[in-house]
C-alpha cells in the first residue's frame, strides 16, 4: 500500500501546475529585500494557505549587497570599454573610478599571486568571481580584479565568504576591492595584449549598495501534535534578474510537492516545514543563516533532516549522479534518484554552498541541485565556487545568474522528473516508522579519511583508537531495532554529535566562511601534520593540535556510539 501511494504521488506530479506557478515568477526581477521579491512571494503564500498549509510571513534585517552599474576602460587613448558587471559585496569605486595597472593571474591561484608583485594593481583573473579568490586578492594588496567569464556573458556572483549577516568581528572579512567580470571573448582580447607585451592600465566603476534591509521569509507547515519531529524543505525565493530556472523552478518543485504531499498527510509520522528564503543570492545565505540562529533550539530538538532544492528542470540538464547528499543519508538519495530519475546517484560530499545553514546544528542535509548539464567538453560556471572534481556533469547551464535565465530555459519533462525525485525523498522522511538515516555510510566516509592519513602519517600519529570507535560506531548503526521513537531520538542524537565534525570546523553555533572545507575538517590538522617535516617545530606544534582535534572528534564518536547503542 505505502510503495502503491508513493507510486501514484510522483505520477501525479503535473507539468502544467509547475509551468504555471513559472509563468508567475517569470514576472518578477526578485532581488532580495525588494517590493518584486515581496509581490512575487505573495503568489506562493497564495497556493500554499490554499493547499491547506498554515504560512508565516516573516521580516527581519539582513546586510544585503546589491550591485549596480559597471564599467570598464582600458588604455589611454581611444580607451576600449568592454561590457562589464559589478558583484554583490564587491568595493564601489571612487569617484571617477578605480585606475591601476593590469596584471594577469591565471586563476588567481596562491601560487599565481605569489609569482608577481601584485599590490597596487588590478588582477585580471580566468573564472568567474568567488569569495575565495576575492579573499587572496584582497590579503595580497590588490586594488581591484577583473574575472573573464567561461561563457560569452558574465555571471552575477556574491563575493562575499562572510556566511549570513556580518558579525562585527566578520567585518574585516568583507572583500575590500573593486571587482567587475567581462564576457569571455572580451576576456581572452584582454589576456591577448598582455601576453603580447602590452603593459595596460584599466579604470574599474562599480555602483554597489550595501548596507541592512529587512528581507521577508515565508514558512509554511504541516504540523503534527504538539513538539513533534518535523523535516525542513527549503529554497530561496530571491534571484538575479527573472531567475525562472533559480530559484523559479525550484520554488515550482517546492509548491508542486507541498500540494501532493498535502493529500497524504493522514500518512505523516513527522511534520512537515516548508522555507523559502531571501537572502541567499545578496547577502551569501542570510535568509537561512538568520533561520539557524533565531531557530536554533528548537532545530536542534526537532527537527530529523534539512532537503534543499535549487534550479530544477533546466534545458538539457541530463545528470543527476552528480546530486549532494551527505553520508547518513545516501541510501536515501540513491533509491530517489533510481526510482524516479533512472540514474545510479554516484554524487559526493555537499558543498559549502547553497543554503546548507544547518550543519552546526547537526542537522543531516541532502540535495541543492538536481539535474545538471552534461560534461561533454563544456566548461562548468559552477566550478570555482563549488568545486568540479571528477564530475560527470558542467553544472547549471551557460545562462545561469544571467538575463537569460528565462522561461525557455526549463525543460517540463525534466521538471517533472526532478519534482518526482524530491517527492520520493520527502515521503519516505515523513512517513518510514524508522528514519531513513544510515550512520554506517557516515562511518565509511570517515574510516577512509582516517586510513588515509594513517598511512600518510607514517607511524607518527596513532589513528587506532579513533579507527576502534569508527568501527564501533558502524557496528551500533547496524543493530538498530525496537521502539521506533527511541531509534529515531538515537539517530538524532548521532547527527547532533557528527554532522558538525563532518561538515563545519566544529562551533555548533557559528557560521564557517563560505570557502571551500575539507571532509571531515576537524581532521584538518593531521593534514597538515602529514605534511610537516618529521622531528620539526613546526610538526610539534601541530602535533599539540592534532591531539586536541582527536580528542574532539573521539567524543562525539563517543556520543554518536553510546545513542545508537541504547537503541540497539
Not at 589576456?191 to 603580447?196: N, S, T
Not at 554524487?347 to 552534461?374: C, K, N, T, V
Not at 570555482?384 to 547549471?396: E, P, Q
Request: charged share 20%.
Amino acid at each position: 500500500m505505502t510503495e502503491a501511494t508513493l507510486q501514484r504521488l510522483c505520477d501525479a506530479v503535473s507539468a502544467e501546475r509547475m509551468m504555471a506557478d513559472l509563468a508567475e515568477f517569470a514576472r518578477w526581477v526578485k532581488l532580495s529585500g525588494t517590493p518584486d521579491e515581496l509581490n512575487s512571494l505573495r503568489h506562493v503564500r497564495a497556493q500554499l494557505d490554499a493547499a491547506g498549509f498554515a504560512t508565516t510571513l516573516l521580516a527581519h534585517d539582513a546586510y544585503i549587497s546589491l550591485p549596480g552599474a559597471a564599467g570598464l576602460q582600458v588604455g589611454q587613448v581611444g580607451a576600449w570599454t568592454p561590457h562589464a558587471i559589478t558583484h554583490s559585496f564587491s568595493r564601489p569605486s571612487p569617484e571617477g573610478g578605480l585606475a591601476a595597472e593590469l596584471v594577469y593571474v591565471k586563476t588567481g591561484a596562491p601560487a599565481d599571486l605569489a609569482a608577481q608583485d601584485v599590490r597596487g594593481r588590478i588582477l585580471l583573473v580566468d573564472g568567474i568571481a568567488s569569495p575565495a579568490v576575492s579573499q587572496r586578492a584582497s590579503e595580497a594588496g590588490a586594488v581591484g580584479q577583473i574575472h573573464i567569464s567561461p561563457h560569452a556573458d558574465p555571471h552575477e556572483m556574491c563575493i562575499s565568504p562572510v556566511w549570513g549577516s556580518p558579525t562585527d568581528t566578520a567585518l574585516s572579512l568583507l572583500p575590500r576591492t573593486v571587482v567587475l567580470s567581462v564576457g569571455a571573448a572580451d576576456g581572452a582580447t584582454l589576456k591577448q595584449r598582455i601576453a603580447g607585451g602590452e603593459r595596460m592600465q584599466a579604470v574599474l566603476h562599480a555602483e554597489v549598495d550595501t548596507r541592512w534591509r529587512e528581507i521577508p521569509m515565508l514558512v509554511a507547515e504541516l504540523a503534527t501534535e504538539g513538539e513533534a519531529p518535523f523535516v525542513l524543505f527549503s529554497g530561496h525565493h530571491d534571484t538575479w534578474y527573472y531567475g525562472v530556472m533559480d530559484n523559479g523552478s525550484a520554488n515550482a518543485t517546492m509548491l508542486e510537492a507541498a500540494r501532493l504531499l498535502q493529500s497524504r498527510r493522514a500518512s505523516f509520522k513527522r511534520g512537515l516545514r516548508i522555507c523559502f528564503w531571501s537572502g541567499h543570492s545578496h547577502g551569501r545565505y542570510a535568509g537561512s543563516a538568520w533561520y539557524a540562529d533565531t531557530h536554533w533550539d528548537e532545530l536542534n530538538r526537532r527537527c530529523v533532516a534539512h532537503v534543499n532544492v535549487d534550479s530544477t528542470g533546466g534545458l538539457g540538464a541530463s545528470v543527476l549522479a552528480d546530486v549532494p547528499v551527505s553520508a547518513e543519508l545516501r541510501p536515501l538519495g540513491r533509491e530517489a534518484v533510481l526510482a524516479q530519475g533512472g540514474q545510479h546517484l554516484e554524487g559526493g560530499r555537499m558543498a559549502r554552498a547553497g543554503d546548507e545553514s544547518f550543519w552546526g546544528i547537526g542537522l543531516p542535509s541532502m540535495y541543492m541541485g538536481m539535474g545538471e548539464q552534461p560534461a561533454d567538453g563544456q566548461v562548468s560556471a559552477m566550478a570555482g565556487v563549488i568545486g568540479n572534481a571528477s564530475k560527470r556533469s558542467a553544472g547549471l547551464g551557460w545562462w545561469w545568474h544571467t538575463p537569460h535565465d528565462t522561461l525557455d530555459k526549463i525543460d517540463p519533462d525534466n521538471l517533472v522528473r526532478d519534482t518526482r525525485v524530491y517527492v520520493h525523498t520527502l515521503w519516505r522522511l515523513l512517513t518510514e516508522p524508522v528514519l531513513p538515516l544510515d550512520y554506517r555510510e557516515t562511518a565509511a566516509d570517515l574510516g577512509a579519511e582516517l586510513h588515509g592519513l594513517a598511512d600518510r602519517l607514517g607511524g607518527r600519529f596513532d589513528a587506532a583508537p579513533l579507527l576502534a570507535r569508527v568501527a564501533e560506531l558502524a557496528a551500533a548503526a547496524g543493530h538498530l531495532g525496537g521502539d521506533p521513537a527511541r531509534v529515531n531520538a538515537a539517530l538524532m542524537a548521532a547527527g547532533r554529535a557528527l554532522v558538525p565534525l563532518d561538515y563545519t570546523t566544529g562551533d555548533r553555533f557559528s557560521h564557517d566562511p563560505a570557502l571551500g572545507q575539507s571532509p571531515w575538517p576537524v581532521l584538518d590538522k593531521l593534514r597538515a601534520l602529514a605534511e610537516a617535516a618529521p622531528g620539526s617545530d613546526a610538526a610539534k606544534f601541530l602535533t599539540v593540535a592534532a591531539r586536541r582535534a582527536c580528542n574532539r572528534l573521539g567524543f562525539a564518536l563517543d556520543q554518536a556510539i553510546a545513542a545508537l547503542r541504547a537503541a540497539a
